[in-house]
């Protein structure tokens, strides 16, 4: 499965970006989809995941409340909408696809990745 990122751009502290995840080669059905992110110096990290369903989602502390991910299989797109942006997200913001059907946190346990989008957030 190829996966495509977008939807990032600069946006000011307290914006708004939603991040596009499109699927091609094979659907999203029976993949958790997740989304990462690796800001300059640091290791990528867990933003949030949701089932191939779209019944179960999770996000990481530093996120929950300002963002939500879903997914339209009829579009074979997740979605990730940032709300309350804070500087400290600026990130390239990657996508990726799990073998697994269920919520997957571990990066190691996704096997498909797209190429990432920035998102900056200036203050």
């Known amino acids: 499965v190829q996966l495509q990122a977008s939807g990032g751009g600069l946006v000011q502290a307290g914006g708004s970006l939603r991040l596009s995840c499109a699927a091609s080669?094979?659907?999203?059905?029976?993949?958790?989809v997740g989304w990462f992110r690796q800001a300059p110096g640091k290791e990528r990290e867990f933003v949030a995941t949701?089932?191939?369903?779209?019944?179960?989602?999770y996000y990481a502390d530093s996120v929950k409340g300002r963002f939500t991910i879903s997914v339209d299989n009829a579009e074979n797109t997740v979605y990730l909408q940032m709300n309350s942006l804070k500087p400290e997200d600026t990130a390239v913001y990657y996508c990726a696809a799990s073998r697994y059907s269920d919520i997957v946190r571990q990066i190691y346990d996704y096997d498909y990745w797209g190429q990432g989008t920035q998102v900056t957030v200036s203050s």
């Open positions: 080669g094979r659907t999203f059905s029976r993949y958790a």
């Open positions: 949701i089932s191939w369903s779209g019944g179960s989602t």
